[in-house]
């Protein structure tokens, strides 16, 4: 990552731009979590524009009172410390690595990301399928872009990978998309290596709690199937792939 002066550093450090990089819906269960009294107090300190993305994730007495310039620092401090990891390495000090790349997309498009990582793990399966109706129930369940990218995947020739039996969830398109993206998850976590724990934590937080928790809890358990060099190339141009996206 690029070089920071020690001024960008204690800017980068302050918990208000700590929070700021973090996905909403964490720090509005910390909020959630505060004495009702300190709720609304909780939120009104937050920075302006996470204070209007935060809004929709709290009931409606946790967002009624005007910022609190005299609790401010105090309460910002406090949310931080509750969801920073006792090993907590600052944005601008984490290990260097490929996996960085991640940090700087979107939420939108990191989840884009693991829905297409995920067809590595569905292609094992639909290399052996020839019934022609489950098929066109996989395709429903696809976008025209992950159709496109699948494609790809399936004229990979390596060596064969372990079956998820994903298919078998087919007859409940919201149960099959939700296992197909848990196993994304699953294999994004695997590519990152032990002394990378840091750069997982950052990506973990960028994404909404329920999906973040999967990737640390998969990372901990190492639950994927480690990537071979040659995969780990095609995890670089799938990146790529989504960095041009429009």
């Known amino acids: 990552m690029e070089e920071m002066s020690l001024v960008q550093q204690a800017h980068a450090e302050l918990p208000s731009q700590q929070l700021l990089a973090v996905h909403p819906s964490w720090i509005a269960e910390q909020i959630s979590r505060l004495p009702p009294a300190l709720q609304s107090a909780g939120w009104s300190t937050l920075p302006e524009s996470l204070r209007a993305r935060t809004a929709a994730l709290l009931p409606k007495q946790a967002v009624s009172r005007h910022p609190s310039p005299s609790l401010g620092g105090m309460m910002q401090t406090y949310l931080w410390r509750q ?42 399966e639909l290399q052996l399928l020839i019934d022609q109706a489950k098929w066109a129930q996989v395709r429903e369940q696809l ?51 032990a002394a990378e ?38 995890f670089m141009a799938l990146i790529n792939r989504i960095e041009a996206a429009p």
């Open 83 to 124: 969801l920073r990891s006792p090993a907590h390495v600052p944005s601008y000090a984490l290990p260097e690595s490929p996996m960085l790349r991640l940090l700087a997309l979107s939420k939108t498009q990191l989840v884009r990301f693991i829905d297409f990582l995920a067809l590595w793990e569905l292609a094992p």
């Open 197 to 234: 724990a840091p750069i997982v934590w950052h990506l973990a937080h960028r994404l909404d709690t329920g999906r973040g928790r999967y990737l640390g809890e998969a990372f901990h358990r190492q639950a994927g199937t480690p990537l071979s060099p040659r995969e780990l190339e095609h």
């Open 143 to 193: 976008s025209l872009e992950q159709q496109a990218y699948l494609e790809i995947v399936l004229r990979w020739k390596g060596p064969p990978a372990k079956q998820q039996r994903l298919l078998g969830l087919l007859s409940d398109g919201a149960r099959f998309k939700r296992a197909v993206h848990e196993r994304g998850l699953a294999r994004l976590a695997s590519a990152f290596r």
